[in-house]
């Protein structure tokens, strides 16, 4: 039985910090490209990063340079790093693996397994 499991979301003010874990088990966790997706009330999931089996990273433009993704094979576990936070940023933050990244790398739905989220709430 494969399973993700978000930790590390909450509440911050905007131009904070916080730090998402993600720990998968049931699938040989080195093997699988890693995202986090996000979804705001009342929006469709949005790319956020991925990082794949080769630590190649992607990330959507409204994270550059302020979201870090990494991954810690040894413990099967992803990270997000989320610095300068924004209001826009409120959302829930889902883990999710996909075996292949050819077909849309970027994509908010092409997933094999997800999490069950992780609220991050930014205020103004």
């Known amino acids: 039985q494969v399973q993700l499991v978000e930790s590390g979301g909450g509440l911050r003010q905007t131009g904070g910090s916080l730090r998402l874990s993600c720990t998968v088990s049931g699938l040989t966790f080195s093997r699988w490209a890693m995202a986090w997706v996000r979804q705001a009330p009342g929006k469709e999931r949005e790319f956020v990063a991925l990082i794949k089996a080769d630590y190649t990273t992607l990330y959507s433009d409204s994270v550059k340079g302020r979201f870090t993704i990494s991954r810690d094979n040894a413990w099967s576990t992803v990270y997000l790093q989320l610095n300068s936070l924004k209001p826009e940023d409120t959302a829930v933050y889902y883990c999710?693996?996909?075996?292949?990244?050819?077909?849309?790398?970027?994509?908010?739905?092409?997933?094999?397994?997800w999490g069950r989220g992780a609220q991050v709430t930014v205020s103004s």
């Open positions: 999710a693996a996909r075996v292949r990244v050819s077909d849309e790398p970027d994509s908010a739905v092409l997933y094999d397994y």
